[in-house]
């Protein structure tokens, strides 16, 4: 019989405490934050996107960045990175103790300019200050490349577009990128030929696939990237969040449901799927609110009978 092209292993960097709260109406407290990431690290997930160092006033949710890095028990074999969007994000990261600073950058001009007031080649400047910056910091960047997969104002962005941008990344020294499909408009044809044709033109690059579920695509899209040889998966438990651009909007991808399916289909995540359910319950606990995982929900009604 003819087996499915897939890779062994799929890294699965859990989003959940950053992109996942960051969308989520209720603050929560530093304490319930740190407890959940203790749950997520008892799953085995040994990436996890703790924070962001963003405006406080514009994302209260992340207002205790350097609070909360300091809580953190970090352990060599847990990769915590946290989110910024400029060289001044960046530079609170570093004094806060970060050791993997994420980088926001859009593949669309239009959404660069109205996040950050920046053309495209603006921010690829100031991105090569923040490399320069975290480089003497012995700190590593990576980049979240945001709007790959369509722009709500620009819509479907051409494969040169998104080149562009990689390419220069690239050219700087940036090691690893995430392709975001940060409002959820991705096809899964489109998230294949798409990640297909970035990795067939830049093999040196290490990249990461980062979906949401705006349109009920966002599984399907997740096993496109896969095929297509992607092997790192960004996804939160619960599929918390929603999405800043779009309202009413589906959060990332549920954590529980990509370690299903991919453990279903024999790929290997090293992560606890019941550990997994814990760290979904107890973060729709303080949320009060149902979390959006089929799997979850599916496992909860077979506790309760
Ligand atoms: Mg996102």
Redesign the pocket.
Known sequence: METMSLPNKVVIRE?GPR?GLQNEKQLLSTADKIKFIQLLVKTGLKNIEATSFVNPKAVPQMSDAGELWKLLSITSDVNFSALAFNLNGVKRAIQAGVKTVVVNVSASETMNLRHSNKTRKESLREMEEILNFAAKENTITRIDLSMVFGCPIEGKLNIDQISFMVENLLKMGIREITL?D?AGLGNPRQVYEICREIRNRYPQGEFGL?I?DTKGLGMPNVLAGIQAGFEIIETSVGGLGGCPFIHNAAG?VATEDVVYMLHEMGLDTGISFPCLLDAGYYISGILGRNLVSRQSEICLGQIKG
């Open positions: 989003v992109d975001a940060s980062h949401h990332n």
